[in-house]
Every structure is written in structure tokens, then in C-alpha cells.
Nanobody, 127 residues
């Protein structure tokens, strides 16, 4: 099992920035290290479906949704079992619960077929 814990959410004005962090833990890492997992960020706004935001595979290749391209950047620190989402030039439409995800396969998926999910952290952008 893998546990994911997000942090860094909050209230910010439009145009501002936030950096989300997700720390992964689990005894499985002794046999299958964090570096072999794909990691991702999804978000869900009230009344809307969960949507893919960004992902990074086990070769450090990154993928970003068109809606946030040029504003959001995903990165990972394998030594610290952590994945980050740097969010710049935030807009009110970015308001959502942001969740971290992990995929054993190692490749990023834009769909819901991820193996582990965090509880999420609220991001609210005021106009």
C-alpha cells in the first residue's frame, strides 16, 4: 500500500501562486521504490467531474492539461518521495480540491486508472 498526503492548498487572489506538495509513504517502497511510480495531480471542482491536471512518469517526462499549460508545473523529488505542483497565475476557474495520485505501471494516464489517491487539498482562487 502507498499513502499519499497533500499539503500547500489555501486561499489566494487571482494572479497569485501556490505550490502543492504530496509526500508518499509505504513499506512497499523497500521492494518497489517511489522512483518507479508515475505520479499525478487531478482536481475536482464542485459539481464537476474530476479532471487530470498534470503527471510525471518514472523517466521524469511531464504531461500537463491544456487548461493549465504554461501556468502549472509538475516535478518530483525521488529522494524525498515527494511530488510537487507549482501553480502560477492562478484563476478563479482553478478553484477545486487537488488530489495526488500514484500509478504502479510508471506511465502517466489522463484517466482515472491510478492505483492510489490522496485525500486532497482545497485551492480557492478569489477574483
Amino acid at each position: 500500500q502507498v499513502q499519499l498526503e497533500e499539503s500547500g492548498g489555501g486561499l489566494v487572489q487571482a494572479g497569485g501562486s501556490l505550490r502543492l506538495s504530496c509526500v508518499a509513504s509505504g513499506r512497499i517502497f523497500s521492494r518497489y521504490p517511489f522512483s518507479r511510480y508515475a505520479m499525478g495531480w487531478f482536481r475536482q471542482a464542485p459539481g464537476k467531474e474530476r479532471e487530470f491536471v498534470a503527471g510525471i512518469n518514472n523517466a521524469m517526462a511531464t504531461y500537463t492539461a491544456d487548461s493549465v499549460k504554461g501556468r502549472f508545473t509538475i516535478s518530483r523529488d525521488n529522494a524525498g518521495n515527494t511530488v510537487y505542483l507549482q501553480m502560477n497565475n492562478l484563476k478563479p476557474g482553478d478553484t477545486a480540491v487537488y488530489s495526488c495520485s500514484a500509478r504502479t505501471v510508471g506511465a502517466v494516464s489522463g484517466g482515472p486508472d491510478w492505483d492510489y489517491w490522496g485525500q486532497g487539498t482545497q485551492v480557492t482562487v478569489s477574483s
